[in-house]
């Protein structure tokens, strides 16, 4: 299954402002209502499975926050595919929580250094990452603890890219 996320400009109305307000970079007046849309597709046919749209910005409507919406769509054995975004401790955590596996690009803000953990092959290690010292806003702090510590992951380079996957 693959995940992703897209914004639409929509017509402005003050329907659609008032559910969909510009974001705070236009200029009052001159920009348009912006939506956002995450969803979960099926690699095999291409079917939407499920999705979710909320406003632009805002608590709970980032692409992930969407996502966060769609988990019951995935089950024990799936495969989630996704960009770059999604590549964090907490989403792969959650998913191997539920028997999901993941293959996501590595997240440009996260350093691979495949001197260290368990190397397969050149550019191809398995290391462990640890959960972060800080919770996240929209997350509970029992959720928070019920976390593991540490979620293992496999990184691979391939084509100038690091993948990272839980298989």
Request: with cysteine; hydrophobic share 40%.
């Amino acid at each position: 299954k693959l995940a992703d996320g897209t914004g639409i400009s929509m017509q402005d109305t003050p329907q659609n402002q008032a559910s969909y307000p510009q974001p705070s970079s236009q200029a009052e007046g001159v920009g348009f209502p912006l939506m956002r849309m995450t969803g979960v597709i099926c690699l095999a046919s291409g079917a939407v499975l499920d999705g979710a749209i909320g406003a632009y910005s805002g608590a709970g409507n980032s692409e992930l926050g969407l996502f966060r919406q769609l988990e019951s769509c995935l089950a024990a054995g799936d495969v989630l595919l996704a960009d770059a975004l999604y590549c964090n401790y907490f989403l792969i955590a959650r998913m191997r929580a539920l028997g999901v596996d993941v293959l996501f690009e590595q997240h440009g803000s996260r350093l691979t250094n495949f001197r260290c953990g368990e190397r397969h092959g050149v550019h191809d290690h398995t290391v462990w990452w640890k959960k972060p010292k800080t919770r996240p806003q929209w997350m509970s702090t029992q959720e928070y603890t019920a976390y593991p510590p540490r979620v293992r992951v496999r990184e691979v380079k391939v084509d100038g890219r690091v993948l990272v996957t839980s298989m």
